[in-house]
Structures are given as C-alpha cells and as structure tokens.
C-alpha cells in the first residue's frame, strides 16, 4: 500500500489565512444571475425576487468575498444602466456571452444579496469600453457619504448608507484578444496606473487588483506581469491570476495533479512580481488575488459555442453549466490546497463561479437547488482553515504524468489555530488504484484528539449529482483515522480528498 508521511509543526508557518481565501466570483453569465440567484416566480423567491434557497446553500459555502459583475461582461458594462428604477433599465446586448442583458438585477439588488449571504463585495471597474472617468463615477456613487450629484443619486435610488467597498479590479483579463478592449501590457499598464492614482484621490485606503495574465499558457504570459506591474507597481496592492483545470484526452493522471501547474503559476507570477520590486527598490510587496480559478471544461464550451446562432440573443440561456464528478471535487480539493500553501502572497482568490455557471450550486427554474461535487471541499476547507498555514513538510510516494513528470501521489496541507487550539488537516489522494495510508506526526501540537474526519470519494470517480439524483455523493465519515500517541493514521481510498479536524486537549 502506498504511504505518505506529514509533520505538523505551529512554529513553521507560511503565513496567517486571510478570509477572503474563500471568496467566489458573480457574473452576469448565463443563468447565473437570472434563474440562479434571482427567480421572482420561484416559490422561495423573497420580497426581492432572490431564490431563499440558494442563499441559505451559498451561506453554507462560506463564501467571504464575491467578486461583481464579471469576469468578460464587465468589459462592456455601463454601470449606470444597472441603478436606479427598474422599469427605466435599458436592456442591452452582452457582446461578451452574445446574450442580452436586463440589468433587472443591478448594483443595489447585489449589494442586498450579498447582505444576504454575509459576503463583502469586490468590484470590477469596466477599462475595456470605458476607462478612468467611468470607474471614477462608480467609485463615487459607490462609496461617497454625499452631498455630491453621484452620492446623492445613490441615495435617491435607496441607499443611504455608502456601499463602502474596500477591493476593486481594474479591468479583467485585457491581456486576451477576446476582450472587448484588449490591450497590450504596455497600454493596459498605463490607463491601469492612471485609474488608480485617480481612485486613490478619492479614497487612499482601497485596495486595487491589477490584471494579470488571464492564464499561464497565454504566449504574454510572464512578459505581460513584468510591464504592467513595471508601470503600476505603486500604484496597486494585488496582480490577479486566472486558472481552470479540466481533464484532457483522458490524462486522468496529469488531471489530477494539476495543483502542480497552480504551484507553478503562483511560484512564477510572485517571483516577477518581486523582480519588479527590486528594479523599482520598492519597500512594498505585491500580493495575488487569485480571482479566478475551478475546474472547467473549456474545450466542450468552445465546441458548443460553434452551434450557436449569431441572430439570437437570448436572456439568461444556459451557459457553461458543466455537472462535475468525483475526481473533479478531488482536483477541485487539492487547488484549494495550493491556495492555502501560498496564503503569505495569495490573500484574496475567487471561485468561478457560484451559481450554475461552471459552479458548487445548481439550480432548475421553479424546481430545487442542489450541491454539486466541488460544493463539500470549499465548504469544509472555509470551515476548518483558521489561523495560519503550517509548511507543508510532507513525504510520500510518487508517480509519473505526462504533463508534469514525477508528482507525489499524495497533496496536502495544515492549519493550525492556536488561539482556538484548532488545527486541520487536508489531504488528496491521487492514486486511482490503491488506497494510501498517511501517517501525521503531530507531537509538536501538543496532546490532541481528532474531532472529525470526512472524505469525498466513490467507486465510480465518474459519479456526480444532478437534478435525478441530487444527493448521489456527498461527504462521509472515515472511519480509518487513528490517534495513537502523536501520531495519527489515516487510509485514504483512491482518487479523495479528506479533511481532518483536530483540536488541543
């Protein structure tokens, strides 16, 4: 049987976990929005139209940041169409999802949703059809007390209080020729730099993201950071990441190790984001929003979209809706691994996205909601992981990929609380053959007793839950988890993820 060994240590740390780890991402996409989150005719829409249903499940994702409205949408958004009295709300074309858009939901309904949910908003400003001017009006009707024409506006429409939003994105993804707007680095680096230093007139204290690469594989990659970070670098707090994952020519084995590639992408983009630190001599450091990531399978949603018709443009059409299977939530698991691994340079990442968009939430027009396979692991990991991060000190067995050599069989990490006296344990199994016994040397946690032990995983990795079976995989106790002494030894089934909860006696 295949073995890995882990120490857990408080006095190694990479760094404390900020909460919006666990962030998620809302984009006017699909049914996302419209069927998703907001169905007036649903019998458990609220007196807003918001479906109670699916509020209670993103509550129960924890999710602690949403970044709003997009994603490519915002790239051809005006936001003024999306605030004052409904019924005067234009609809317009979404260039980005050949959709049209009602604005029926707009900034005020988003923000009471988020209320809703005990989510903070993170705004995206639209650089792609827009620039400075725009995002300067925004941030005023947004943020401003009043007794200005835009803050009185937003009081008029309902808001007497400011929106106070604290993180806004400058732009999305204008390294891809598939954005309206795309620039070059050098271009996007400029109008970037000049939107901020304009922003922070108003208000000095926001924190900004600046675009990154919109993944690693784009041939900027790498060259884009360095430039537009070269011209923003004092400007901003944060440079974003995008990464998706989806198995490819049935490469299960490199599918499963695609934390590896998010590694490296971390690795990468912090290692440039230093080198322009040390050109400028700059006392400051740049840190990741990683504000999008998930498992997608893009290259079916490419094949789809050749189908389409280009005369129709529907609303709210089904888009992106990929039902996601076991060896998706164990892959889905170990990204979030990663995440944590780097918490002292990511601070801020956002699941894309939440509802029936590539999501953790399903929904069927006047039907139910459900939790699909990559809901238990974000749940759970929001739930356990306080404090701060332990150094992952792990040794286990190997196996080859193709896409990326020899990888570990087994991908994990710990956090640990010792205000709380709370630690946890997260663990992915890669093998799809053999169990895997881990080994934990906990000794330097002091005594502890294992408070819970959940794992995620099937006989059929296939399997996934849909609206016929809503419930065909979920979470379940493991059974295996020893504690003798300072160690504790848990069997891991092939192809799962497992969290372990552990606590001071």
Known sequence: MPKAHLTLDPHFTVGPINRRLFGGFVEHLGR??????????????????????????VRELGVSTIRYPGGNFVSGFKWEDSVGPKEQRPRRLDLAWHSTETNEVGLHEFASWLRKVDSELMLAVNLGTRGTAEALDLLEYSNHRGGTALSQQRIANGAEEPFNVR????????????????RSADDYGKIASQTAKAMRQIDRDLELVVCGSSSAQMPTF?????????????????????????????DMASFLASSVNMDHFIDTVVATADHVK??????????????????????????????????????????????????????????????????DRVTSASLAQLVNVIAPI??????????????????????????????PRLDSDTYETK??????????????????GESAVFLVNRSQDAATTVTLDVAALGAVAVTSAHTLSDDDIHAKNTLEEPERVGLVENGTVTLDGSTVTVTLPPVSWTAIGLERR
């Open 32 to 57: 996302h929005v419209y069927d998703g989150i907001y169905e007036p005719g649903h019998p458990e829409a609220d007196e807003e139209g918001f479906r109670s249903d699916v509020i209670e499940l």
């Open 167 to 182: 993180m806004w994105c400058l732009g999305n993804e204008m390294d891809g020729p598939w954005q309206l707007g795309h």
């Open 222 to 250: 790498g060259e884009w950071e360095r430039v537009v970070l070269h011209h923003t670098y004092e400007d901003v707090d944060y440079i974003s990441c995008h990464a998706y994952y989806e198995e490819r020519g049935g």
């Open 278 to 343: 040390a050109v400028k001599r700059s006392a400051k450091t740049i840190n990741i929003s990683f504000d999008e990531w998930n498992v997608w399978y893009i290259d079916r949603w490419q094949e789809r979209a050749k189908e389409f018709s280009r005369d129709d443009w529907p609303v709210a059409p089904r888009l992106l809706e990929d039902v996601y299977s076991v060896a998706d939530a164990v892959v889905f698991g170990s990204l979030m691994i990663s995440l944590l691994k780097h918490a």
């Open 362 to 391: 399903m929904t069927e027009p006047g039907g139910p909601a459900w939790r699909q396979t990559t809901f238990f692991p974000f749940a759970l990991t929001s739930q356990l992981a306080r404090g701060t991060v332990l150094t």
């Open 403 to 420: 896409e990326y050599g020899v990888v570990p069989l087994v991908d994990a990490v710990a956090t640990h609380d010792e205000e709380a």
